[in-house]
Every structure is written in structure tokens, then in C-alpha cells.
Nanobody, 127 residues
């Protein structure tokens, strides 16, 4: 059974930083693209960032490019999201998910392509 667990969220002032963690168990983590999404109240779930299954490429939404980073070095079965220069509009529940298709060439930005979701971790940025 695939399980996904996110952690690291919290309350931070604008301009601050947080590092989110995602641990995936129950499947070979390194064989699947993995992505971060976020969902603010009243909004649809939106793509934030992704890492290709072979860790050779990352992709970022325009809204976070230059501020958020998926570090290259991650512990086994874990993916981080380093978030710097946080802004109030970054406030949301952040979710991590492995893609449904094994070794898909280009990580998808569509939530429907991801089969397994955790409970998410709340990130709140105050102004």
C-alpha cells in the first residue's frame, strides 16, 4: 500500500522560509515522478513543483520559480521543498504526490495524473 506523508509546514512571516518534507512508502520512490501541489481555501489544487523520477530534472510553477527549490540531495524515499521569500499568497495546504505512471518522461502538472495523496501540511504566511 502506497503511503504519502508531508510535514514541515507552519506559520511564518512574509519573507521567511520553510522546508517541507515528503516521505513515500510502499513503492519504489525513484521510479516515479513526484510533485508538490497546493490548495488554498476556495481554490483548486495547483501545481507547485516536480522532480523527474531519475532526479535529472525539476519543474516549477511560474509563481514560485526562483523562490522554491527541490534540493538535489534527498534521503531515500524523501523529497524536500525548500521555500524561500514566502509571501501571503503562498498560504495553502501543501501536498506531495507520486505520479501514477512509472518512469513517465515528463512529470505532469495535472493533479489527476497523481494517484496517491497524503493529508497535506498547512503553510500560513502572515504579512
Amino acid at each position: 500500500q502506497v503511503q504519502v506523508e508531508e510535514s514541515g509546514g507552519g506559520l511564518v512571516q512574509a519573507g521567511g522560509s520553510l522546508r517541507l518534507s515528503c516521505v513515500v512508502s510502499g513503492r519504489t520512490f525513484s521510479s516515479y515522478n513526484t510533485a508538490w501541489f497546493r490548495q488554498a481555501p476556495g481554490n483548486e489544487r495547483e501545481f507547485v513543483a516536480s522532480r523527474k523520477w531519475n532526479a535529472m530534472a525539476t519543474d516549477y510553477a511560474d509563481s514560485v520559480k526562483g523562490r522554491f527549490t527541490i534540493p538535489k540531495d534527498n534521503p531515500k524515499n524523501t523529497m524536500y521543498l525548500q521555500m524561500n521569500s514566502l509571501q501571503p499568497e503562498d498560504t495553502a495546504i501543501y501536498y506531495c504526490a507520486p505520479e501514477s505512471t512509472r518512469q513517465r518522461n515528463n512529470p505532469s502538472r495535472v493533479p489527476g495524473h497523481y494517484a496517491y495523496w497524503g493529508q497535506g501540511t498547512q503553510v500560513t504566511v502572515s504579512s
